[in-house]
């Protein structure tokens, strides 16, 4: 990974147990274009918020954390910062962590290369999308791991290999 790579965030959660499933570090990526009504973080939508920090460094807490299940990308819009995140995935996912990732994008349109192509290539080192923007009349606080009911939680292999989404089966 390069040394000099950045990644802007608005923060990070290192033991998190509400960004997926078991015990997790949750990036918090700044920038969003969704403007869903009812967003829990409208301080991440800048683009320009937020502080930038080294990948390597993110990288360095991940990889010192024994407890982890996995980590989390979240955000903003973490798709938005995919050429930054794609190196990070692929490490967790080598030392066997598995990767969440939230969007506003539907699956369809991250796997097609939108917002950018880098984005499509970030989606292959994703375990588990939760996908689709935040629908405040879907909203339910009964649902697991998502906000609103339109969001589908996504097994990404098994979905890339069908050509169509599988959802993921998780105990
Ligand atoms: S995608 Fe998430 S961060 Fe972006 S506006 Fe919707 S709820 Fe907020």
Not at 16 to 27: C, E, L, Q, T, Y
Not at 155 to 167: F, I, M, P, R, T
Request: hydrophobic share 40%.
């Amino acid at each position: 990974m390069s040394e000099n790579k950045t990644v802007r965030i608005y923060g990070t959660a290192d033991d998190s147990i509400v960004d997926g499933s078991g015990i997790r570090f949750a990036i918090f990526t700044q920038g969003c274009k969704h403007a869903c009504p009812g967003c829990h973080n409208p301080k991440a939508h800048s683009f320009s918020g937020g502080v930038a920090v080294s990948v390597e460094s993110l990288w360095q807490r991940i990889d010192s954390n024994r407890l982890l299940a996995g980590i989390t990308l979240t955000g903003g819009e973490p798709f938005e910062r995919a050429a930054e995140l794609i190196e990070l995935s692929r490490r967790a996912r080598a030392k066997g962590l598995n990767v969440w990732a939230y969007s506003g994008y539907l699956f369809e349109q991250l796997s097609a290369g939108t917002p950018s192509p880098a984005a499509a290539e970030l989606l292959k080192e994703v375990d588990v999308l939760v996908d689709g923007p935040f629908k405040q009349e879907l909203q339910s606080y009964e649902l697991r791991w998502r906000g609103s009911s339109n969001q589908r939680i996504i097994d990404v292999a098994a979905s890339l290999a069908a050509g169509e989404v599988v959802e993921a089966t998780l105990s």
